[in-house]
């Protein structure tokens, strides 16, 4: 059984930077994607990495502001999040893909979610 749990979220100015970690319990051969909901929304996709760390993908919303990575000796992925705007305030979660092809950007495409972490970002 897999586990993941999310920290790193917090209050934010627009403008600043956070760094959220995933930390996975037991091996992380698997591809792991970061999703976000907002009051009211639905759980949307943000980013997803492979599982040896050599493929990344992101939503438009994301790219050029979000970096995934992932450490496995750590069994942690991280979702590194700069220029931060009011509409990325969320609740976050990683998950795990249960696909067996790269890549995923459904959220029933990925199982054993997180707690969520929340990202707040004022004005």
């Known amino acids: 059984q897999v586990q993941l749990v999310e920290s790193g979220g917090g209050l934010v100015q627009a403008g600043g930077s956070l760094r959220l970690s995933c930390a996975a319990s037991g091996r992380t051969i698997y591809d792991l994607g970061w999703f976000r909901q907002a009051p009211g929304k639905e759980r949307e996709f943000v980013a997803a990495?492979?599982?040896?760390?050599?493929?990344?993908y992101y939503a438009d919303s994301a790219k050029g502001r979000f970096t995934i990575s992932r450490d496995n000796a750590r069994n942690t992925v991280y979702l590194q999040m700069n220029n931060l705007k009011n509409e990325d305030t969320a609740v976050y979660y990683c998950?795990?893909?249960?696909?067996?092809?790269?890549?995923?950007?459904?959220?029933?495409?990925?199982?054993?979610w997180g707690q969520g972490t929340q990202v707040t970002v004022s004005s």
């Open positions: 990495i492979s599982w040896g760390g050599g493929r990344t």
């Open positions: 998950a795990r893909s249960v696909r067996s092809t790269w890549y995923g950007g459904r959220a029933d495409e990925y199982d054993s």
